[in-house]
């Protein structure tokens, strides 16, 4: 099985070889094809996204991706674009033994990945510029579909929906009433929605009424971030892109320049990330492992200085390995 | 001077009954003219913001707004685009004696309040919903430039911009540029600028990195419902709308149907509004009172059962006006 390994730029590269090095000492028939984008590569080949890359990844099953700096959204946006992953899934969960504004969180945002105002279409005449947002009825029953099929999955009892249909009455009124209608079709699953502004309110203060969110993709962006806030940080925050061929799975975290080359990125998110894709191509064993062994470690205290820690970013790796 | 008062729905009436209390108690020069907008006021005359009241409204020197239910973004969208208000503030600060997620906050939101998505331009065709984006380098640097004034005379030390440049490059893109260009006439405050997504993270981790914040509409709506969350809640939460010849003063919260009726809701926010009021319109010891006597009777412990007090509303602002 072809698995393409993209580290990119800054502290991609650090948390890449981190969650190598789980990967690689798990028993996998996996054969890792390592590519280049990002800031890095534009510098090389004149693009942050080479063809090349683009061309090798779709001969892979799925995708590791690292991060990239301040062509991120050349990279990611068009890969996630160009694979038809459209579904960003976006796990919060609190974890013992790390300091966080709230305990006991568990949810997960599924994210709308292919439309919305990423469609990039923009224009400026005269000082006034238009950004185009596109919500289509194909899109989001795909998504919320998508959602409300992860809560059947995993067991979970509500789906709600963020949008802000009191001013957006087309494309979030859209959104919301494919959302009902799809609904419909998981009666043992409760669904509500909320205003995007409302609902960032109370992830802040109450982020237990909250069990697996679907929104669209720029809502999708903001709660996500705000939500990996709330459990502790980026630093533990997975995430992946799901489509019916292909599959990215990247951290939430970007590539962190003010902290790379120190050694000291937590490589838990990439870890966890590591542990989705497992998931994702069947390897639910290895991947529950995985997920035990970085409850463990974090539960022990052991973790990296952004959570008040001092390992290292491979020590911290070192001790998940240990820990599996 | 002449004052628009319009309670609206749920607890608006409630809300402007407490704030009403306390203004009329305070010497003031000013005439109340009470207007209907919301959905009673659809229900009776067709339409959520009746023709009178608009007219009325533009002979008064402020508006005093409760909440509208359902209706809300017909009448309070509209009201802020017809009478220009153009800068949507809304200051989150912690209080004595109020149970928050943080302490120490102290932050104030300047929000774009005519543009970006709440034009309303939308289109549905063939199942694909259109929303546009507008945002023009005028809007954008009158925005600016209020905040970096209201920061100048507040003392405060720096202004954020909160964007997504990243992925809106002509839209985002135009905010952040102006913000800059607008910035280097104010040398002695800090400019900065953050994604949305990491933003809101930030002001949940770690708020006391925010001092002025500005940004464009939906970006505003969102984050200033955040920050109220962090330091406690709608509640307390104020919110002015200014323009150049009007100005419109709203609590942030809703009408809260679940609650209205009920005489719970917490007046401190529609208080605090009024005192926001009373400071645009010169009344700056009034305004002061206000704020000191609010401060007073919360870090007292004496409030209404959101923040897990037992006074009622009129309870609430008895209180407050005892304390003035
Ligand atoms: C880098 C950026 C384009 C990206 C996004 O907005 O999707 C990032 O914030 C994320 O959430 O993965
Ligand atoms: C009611 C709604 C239209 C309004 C807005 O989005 O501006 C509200 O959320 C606010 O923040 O005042």
Redesign the interface.
């Known amino acids: 099985m072809r698995i393409a390994v993209i580290p990119g730029d800054g502290i991609g590269k650090e948390v890449t070889e981190a969650a190598m090095l789980i990967l690689e000492n798990l028993d996998l028939p996996f054969e890792y094809v390592w590519l280049e984008a990002g800031d890095e590569a534009e510098k090389k080949y004149g693009k942050p996204l080479p063809d090349e890359t683009l061309e090798e990844v779709k001969r892979c099953k799925a995708v590791l991706f690292g991060a990239a700096g301040?062509t991120?959204?050349d990279v990611i946006?068009k890969l996630r674009q160009e694979l038809e992953t459209y579904a960003n899934v976006r796990p919060a969960k609190s974890f013992e033994g790390v300091k966080s504004?709230h305990k006991n969180v568990d949810m997960v945002i599924v994210r709308e990945n292919t439309e919305c105002?990423?469609k990039?279409i923009?224009?400026?005449v005269d000082?006034?510029?238009?950004?185009?947002?596109?919500?289509?009825?194909?899109a989001s029953e795909r998504i919320v579909r998508f959602a409300f099929e992860l809560a059947k999955r995993e067991k979970r009892k509500r789906v709600t929906a963020l949008h802000?249909a009191?001013?957006?009455?087309?494309?979030c009124?859209?959104f919301k009433r494919v959302f009902y209608e799809v609904a419909r079709e998981y009666e043992r699953i409760e669904a509500n929605d909320y205003y995007?502004?409302?609902a960032?309110?109370?992830i802040?203060?109450d982020p237990w009424r909250f069990d697996v969110i679907v929104t669209t993709n720029?809502f999708g962006?903001?709660?996500?971030?705000?939500a990996?806030?709330?459990v502790g940080?980026?630093g533990l925050a997975p995430s992946a892109n799901i489509g019916d061929e292909y599959a990215i799975f990247e951290p939430v975290h970007g590539a962190a320049f003010d902290i790379a080359g120190k050694g000291i990125a937590n490589p838990t998110a990439m870890i966890l990330t590591a542990s989705m894709m497992l998931r994702h191509l069947g390897f639910e064993e290895e991947a529950k492992k995985v997920e035990k062994a970085v409850e463990k470690v974090l539960a022990e205290g052991k973790t990296t200085p952004d959570l008040g820690g001092n390992l290292k970013t491979m020590e911290m790796a070192e001790e998940i390995l240990k820990a599996i």
Chains 1, 2 share one sequence.
């Not at 009191?166 to 494309?171: D, G, L, S």
């Not at 962006?221 to 705000?226: E, K």
């Open positions: 301040e991120a959204a946006v504004i105002l990423y990039g923009e224009f400026e000082g006034v510029a238009e950004a185009v947002r596109i919500i289509s009825r194909k802000k009191n001013v957006m009455r087309k494309t009124g859209l995007i502004d409302a960032c309110m109370y802040a203060m720029m962006d903001i709660v996500s971030d705000l990996a806030g709330i940080g980026l």
